[in-house]
């Protein structure tokens, strides 16, 4: 199996969201960039996983200028043969989209990974779009994956339970919780990925279609209302009447 | 016109539907245009979707439309809105949609964006609302194309339910040959799905071990709420995975999110924080979640939470 695992970086999840010049850009200062988590606990690692079963290699690939070396090394000490960064600093899921789906087209692979979504922009597009492109199948928030021969067998989140369908290699599957379980790069592992091919490649020069605007933050609460614990007629008095949720 | 996709389940429209329906109606209004809904596979009552706004109906009642594809609708829906000029289309941020709103986009060299949480600002060009960092901030993204495609996060608008049927117009178009193929469907019996439930009683590691949850499904019995856990309780085996929700569970917004002995960390807070009302339960009143609820109680949940349960029955006997 080929196998291409896309990888994007995030802020950490516990990192502090703001934003500078008029609310335009996200301010980086003192924020820990990471993998995004549904890209190296599940992607990346089921990937690792079908190449220990069956052979094959598997590349990472990432959309983004130099920042990124950081989380693509740690994909190689975790396990990736190797890595490409196409050099954009990209705007829009569409543009990380067609450079992945463009490198994919130029290269042989069996399976596109991504995680389900990433935790910055939250949109779950890119993995349909690269899907679209190439005119593949997709597996969406996938959970556990078998394969047998070229065929997989796969769990899909859905609301309130899961789908199980089956699909042939070439595919794009996205990666959810579940899929398989997070690895810790090892020493061995860090000292190897600094020696593993990470190569540059320019970009295909495709523009956006969507760019943000502005950013905005959630409204404050207001002071929480404490109820007293031996009155809980009074907070259900307070959800009927004052919130009308009940 | 807006094309609506709305999904649809045991021949009904989804309720993600109806609030796709919704929304596309108003978007369509603020246009100046009309809003067509778009149906696919079996389903009784297609022009009801007129009910939630739709001026029309497009159903596709193919058999193949049975078992969902991202291939073969997107194509459908694609063909759908070629064909008749749309210049928007409206999916549902749900599981399905997830997986067809960046095809759809692609296919009609559209720009697209997901998750949208409130009606596109249209006095100059195309501005849409969207959450971004896991419910920490919100972005407003321009649209430069002239397709645009969005989809509508869940309980980001309420379904109007005052419109009447209307008419339909069935196409009889194949879907093709599927890229994957149907095995089966496991659904948890009994209770509205996390991502669509209007209340949501949760609970954490305060519960001490799984064999106390029945105070909490008693509650949730009595508000008629579905029952989710934190991610330290779901990676302890305690609860399924699929109750857990936070960064890296999944993302709620229900009308009433309880949070019972759960502390709030960031990454729980970020999957739960656009909940409309928040009550938490804790003993410790330096708990962080204090911060983001509307109501607290500072207890032993063990006692307080029967209690709650005690108070709402009796408001339910007093009518």
């Not at chain 1, 349909?128 to 996938?142: G, K, N, R, T, V």
């Not at chain 2, 649809?8 to 108003?26: L, V, W, Y």
Request: with cysteine; net charge negative; glycine share 10%.
């Amino acid at each position: 199996m080929n196998v291409l695992v896309c990888v994007t970086k995030t802020p950490d999840t516990t990192a502090k969201i703001g934003f500078v010049e008029q609310n335009t850009r996200f301010d980086i200062s003192g924020v820990q960039f990471i993998m995004n988590p549904y890209d190296e606990w599940y992607a990346l690692v089921r990937a690792l996983e079908l190449k220990e079963a069956q052979g094959g290699k598997v590349t990472l690939i990432s959309v983004g200028g130099a920042d990124c070396d950081q989380v693509i090394r740690k994909g190689l000490a975790i396990g990736a043969d190797e890595a490409v960064r196409i050099d954009v600093q990209p705007v829009d899921a569409y543009q990380v989209a067609t450079e992945i789906a463009t490198y994919v087209k130029a290269n042989t692979f069996d399976i596109v990974f991504t995680g389900k979504e990433s935790i910055e922009s939250n949109g779950s597009e890119v993995g349909a779009m690269i899907a679209e492109i190439l005119d593949w199948p997709f597996l969406s928030y996938a959970s556990k994956m078998d394969m047998e021969g070229p065929t997989a067998t796969v769990d899909l989140e859905i609301e309130g339970g899961e789908d199980t369908v089956q699909a042939d290699v070439p595919f794009v599957i996205s990666a959810a919780k579940g899929l398989a379980e997070q690895r810790i790069p090892n020493m061995r592992g860090i000292m190897m990925a600094k020696s593993k091919p990470l190569q540059v490649v320019p970009g295909s020069g495709v523009a956006p279609r969507t760019a943000i605007s502005s950013y905005t933050m959630p409204k404050e609460k207001s002071a929480v209302h404490l109820v007293d614990p031996e009155n809980m007629s009074e907070l259900v008095r307070l959800l009927k009447e004052e919130a009308k949720v009940i | 016109m807006v094309l609506v996709f709305a999904e649809s389940g045991d021949g009904r429209i989804k309720k993600s539907g109806q609030e796709a329906i919704t929304f596309g109606k108003k978007l369509a209004t603020q246009a100046g245009t009309t809003c067509t809904t778009l149906l696919l596979g079996p389903i009784d009552a297609p022009g009801d979707a007129g009910i939630y706004g739709a001026d029309l109906v497009v159903h596709l009642p193919h058999d193949g439309f049975t078992h969902f594809d991202s291939q073969t609708w997107s194509r459908a829906i694609c063909e759908v809105a070629t064909a008749r000029n749309a210049e928007y289309v409206v999916l549902s941020h749900s599981s399905r949609g997830k997986a067809l709103t960046g095809r759809v986009a692609i296919r009609l060299q559209a720009g697209c964006v997901s998750g949208v949480t409130e009606l596109p600002n249209l006095s100059s060009g195309c501005l849409v609302t969207k959450g971004v960092y896991s419910g920490k901030a919100f972005a407003s993204l321009k649209i430069a194309t002239a397709i645009k495609v969005l989809s509508v996060m869940g309980n980001a608008i309420q379904p109007t339910k005052d419109g009447t049927a209307v008419p339909v117009e069935v196409m009889d178009l194949e879907p093709g040959k599927a890229g994957v193929t149907f095995v089966k469907t496991d659904k948890v019996e009994g209770t509205v799905p996390l991502p669509e439930a209007e209340r949501v009683v949760s609970a954490g590691r305060g519960m001490k071990g799984p064999e106390n949850w029945g105070i909490i499904e008693d509650l949730a019995a009595e508000l008629g709420a579905t029952t989710a856990c934190s991610r330290p309780v779901a990676d302890s085996d305690w609860r399924p995975h699929h109750e857990h929700v936070g960064q890296t569970g999944i993302a709620i917004r229900p009308n009433l999110y309880i949070a019972i002995g759960i502390s709030g960390a960031i990454q729980h807070l970020a999957g739960v924080n656009r909940s409309k009302v928040i009550v938490v339960i804790n003993k410790d009143p330096e708990a962080p979640f204090f911060k983001a609820a509307d109501y607290g109680v500072v207890g032993d949940l063990f006692e307080v939470v029967p209690r709650l349960t005690k108070a709402i029955q009796d408001m339910k006997a007093a009518g």
